[in-house]
């Protein structure tokens, strides 16, 4: 059995940084593409970025690309998303995804998903 396990979620000031970690065990890490999405209050959950198993391909939304930097580290099982300027509207509970193939922006492409952590920034 998958379990992704995600951490690092807080309260932050727009324009400060936090780092989400996930981590991963029940399977072999560096086969698989991980991916990060968010869901705002109210809101469909969408895609943040994703990266491939070896981490050499990496995919970002446009909203955060240039402000979130994703990356693993696959002998800690562990997927990373750096998060620098902060904007309120990044405001969500982030979910970590894993899948067997490709970094696909697609949440419907995911199979095992993490339980989310919580992230606020304020104005």
């Known amino acids: 059995q998958v379990q992704l396990v995600e951490s690092g979620g807080g309260l932050v000031q727009s324009g400060g940084s936090l780092r989400l970690s996930c981590a991963a065990s029940g399977r072999t890490f560096s086969s698989y593409a991980m991916g990060w999405f968010r869901q705002a209050p109210g809101k469909e959950r969408e895609f943040v970025a994703a990266?491939?198993?070896?981490?050499?391909?990496?995919v970002y939304a446009d909203s955060v690309k240039g402000r979130f930097t994703i990356s693993r580290d696959n002998a800690k099982n562990t997927v990373y998303l750096q998060m620098n300027s902060l904007k309120p509207e990044d405001t969500a509970v982030y979910y970590c995804?894993?899948?067997?193939?490709?970094?696909?922006?697609?949440?419907?492409?995911?199979?095992?998903w993490g339980q989310g952590t919580q992230v606020i920034v304020s104005s």
């Open positions: 995804a894993t899948r067997r193939g490709y970094a696909s922006d697609s949440g419907a492409r995911y199979d095992y």
């Open positions: 990266i491939s198993g070896s981490g050499g391909n990496t």
